[in-house]
Structure formats: structure tokens, C-alpha cells
């Protein structure tokens, strides 16, 4: 069965500094999907990034970036250059395979609060 | 990329009775969309699988007796909420995947609250 865990209930990090988000997956599957999504107090998902399990390079979206460590089963997701915007909460995701009609599992989530 | 509606945004309705939210997507046409349920700081759970012209797939554990889902178009899926209680008070969310393997596109959700 597929698992997501977030071991960070809560971050503080100092705005324009950079933080990183654990992320730990379980799965047997060779082919699936890792996302990571924003959810501000609005409620509305954000999403931020994407890493395929076969893509070789880490992905990066603007000041966010994905480490991949495949063998370490983790996606953690790096903001650099936080902002007071950046507050939310986080949440990582995995899809089995490639296709979008497949589910998605989402991580417990990580509450980030960026301080002036 | 899919924008995705739902519609109502915030619904208050009293115990017993049935609300029916609608998840319409916008500019693509989806074979497939799902419902998530989120409580008060917890994740999002998945709730079922919502598919076109046929009957839903179910999580374990969700009552597919009191949460109907109906995917009768291309672009509309509606959860009804049936006998609502009290404790189906939460935020329900739907989500549209689209043509790429990293695409996901999820509505703006629904605050559900019972009393």
C-alpha cells in the first residue's frame, strides 16, 4: 500500500531564508508521482511542483525545488528565499503511475509560518 | 490548464436533511474526478473516485448509502451529502485530473456545516 509521511507538524523559518520540507514515501510501485501543494487559509490548493519517479533531475518551479532521493524513498521540498506569502500549509502527495486518473494520497501536512 | 468549479462555495443545512454539492470542470472534459474530504487541520482524505457513466469507487471505510456521487457528464460529477449530521460537517473538495501525468487541478471546495 501506498504512504506519504510529514514528520513536521509545524516550521518557523526567517523571512528570505530558505526551509525544507520532509517528505517520506512508501510504495512498491517502479512508477508513480510526487507533487507538493500549498493550502493558504483560503482552503484553495496550490499546486507547486512535480517529480515523475523516472525523471533523473530534481525538479525545480521558480524559488521552489524538489529533492528526489529515490533510494531514500524522500521529496523534500525546498522554498528558498521565503516570504511573508509563503505561510500556509504544505502538503506532499503521491500518485501510482503516470496516468492523472489515478488518486492521489496526500501526507499529513506541515504548517509553515514565515516571520518578518 | 482545467479550472474547476463548485459550487455551493459554503452551505449551512440542518440535521437530517441532504445537501448536493457540484464539482463542474470548466475547459476539459474529465472522465474521471474525485472527492476529497478535509477536517478541521488534518490532511485530505479521499473519499471516492467519481467516474464517468458508471458508478463510483468507494474508500473504505465511506458510506456510499449516505455520500451519492453522480458523474452523469463529461464535466459536472455532484456529491449529495444524504441525512447530514453533525459530524459530516467538513470541507469537501474535488479534483479534475488533466492530460499530463502531473497534472491535477482541484476546485475551491465547500465548508459543510451542519447544525
Known amino acids: 500500500a501506498q504512504k506519504i509521511t510529514q514528520t513536521q507538524p509545524g516550521m518557523f523559518v526567517q523571512e528570505k531564508e530558505a526551509v525544507t520540507l520532509d517528505c517520506t514515501y512508501d510504495t512498491s510501485d517502479p512508477s508513480y508521482g510526487l507533487f507538493w501543494y500549498k493550502q493558504p487559509s483560503s482552503g484553495e490548493m496550490i499546486f507547486l511542483i512535480y517529480q515523475g519517479s523516472y525523471d533523473q533531475q530534481n525538479a525545480t518551479e521558480g524559488r521552489y525545488s524538489l529533492n528526489f532521493q529515490k533510494a531514500r524513498k524522500s521529496a523534500n521540498l525546498v522554498i528558498s528565499a521565503s516570504q511573508l506569502g509563503d505561510s500556509a500549509m504544505y502538503f506532499c502527495?503521491?500518485?501510482?503511475?503516470?496516468?492523472?486518473?489515478?488518486?492521489?494520497?496526500f501526507g499529513s501536512g506541515t504548517r509553515l509560518l514565515v516571520r518578518p | 490548464g482545467a479550472v474547476v468549479s463548485q459550487h455551493p462555495s459554503w452551505v449551512i443545512c440542518k440535521s437530517g436533511t441532504s445537501v448536493k454539492i457540484e464539482c463542474r470542470s470548466l475547459?476539459?472534459?474529465?472522465?474521471?474526478m474525485f472527492w476529497y474530504r478535509q477536517f478541521p487541520k488534518q490532511s485530505l482524505m479521499l473519499m471516492a473516485t467519481s467516474n464517468e457513466g458508471s458508478k463510483a469507487t468507494y474508500e473504505q471505510g465511506v458510506e456510499k448509502d449516505k455520500f451519492l456521487i453522480n458523474h452523469a457528464s463529461l464535466t459536472l460529477s455532484t456529491l449529495t451529502v444524504t441525512s447530514a449530521h453533525p459530524e459530516d460537517s467538513s470541507f469537501y473538495i474535488c479534483s479534475v485530473g488533466g492530460t499530463t501525468s502531473y497534472e491535477q487541478y482541484f476546485g475551491p471546495g465547500t465548508r459543510l456545516t451542519v447544525t
Open positions: 475547459d476539459f472534459q474529465a472522465t474521471t
Open positions: 502527495a503521491m500518485r501510482k503511475g503516470m496516468d492523472s486518473s489515478y488518486k492521489l494520497i
